[in-house]
């Protein structure tokens, strides 16, 4: 698992069968986190690792920033003909992206095991 971190996140990033997981830990914020995500997610496509599932488990705050740089993750990935799925969304962000209207476009799974398996489903 590669990780790396900045003041008030730390990204993790692993995989699980052909699917990449990427857990922020701490604040998604415009910033240094946002700009160290950013920087990440292309780096994975160039890589081929186009299946990501990004665990919101250990999100501590996200803002405006935070949320569309989910946003770009998935248009990016998807260009490329993979996908984005979020796992393990706390309660308040999930109300936050349904009242945003942004369920239908981030798909949220209950479990990380549940998104990277939606992946094989098709």
Not at 11 to 31: H, Q
Not at 47 to 65: C, N
Not at 79 to 84: L, T
Request: with cysteine.
């Amino acid at each position: 698992m590669a990780a790396l971190a900045v003041s008030s996140m730390k990204l993790e990033v692993r995989n699980e069968n052909d699917v990449t997981v990427i857990v922020p830990v701490g604040s998604l914020v415009i910033g240094a986190p946002e700009q160290m995500f950013n920087a990440t997610v292309p780096r994975l496509l160039v890589e081929r690792r186009t299946r990501l599932v990004i665990d919101l488990g250990e999100v501590k705050k996200i803002d405006s920033s935070g949320i569309e740089t989910l946003l770009v993750a998935c248009q990016q990935a998807r260009e490329v003909g993979g996908d984005v799925k979020l796992a393990r969304v706390p309660p308040r962000f999930q109300t936050l992206l349904e009242i945003a209207h942004l369920t239908d476009v981030l798909k949220i799974y209950p479990e990380v095991a549940d998104a990277v398996s939606s992946f094989a489903k098709g």
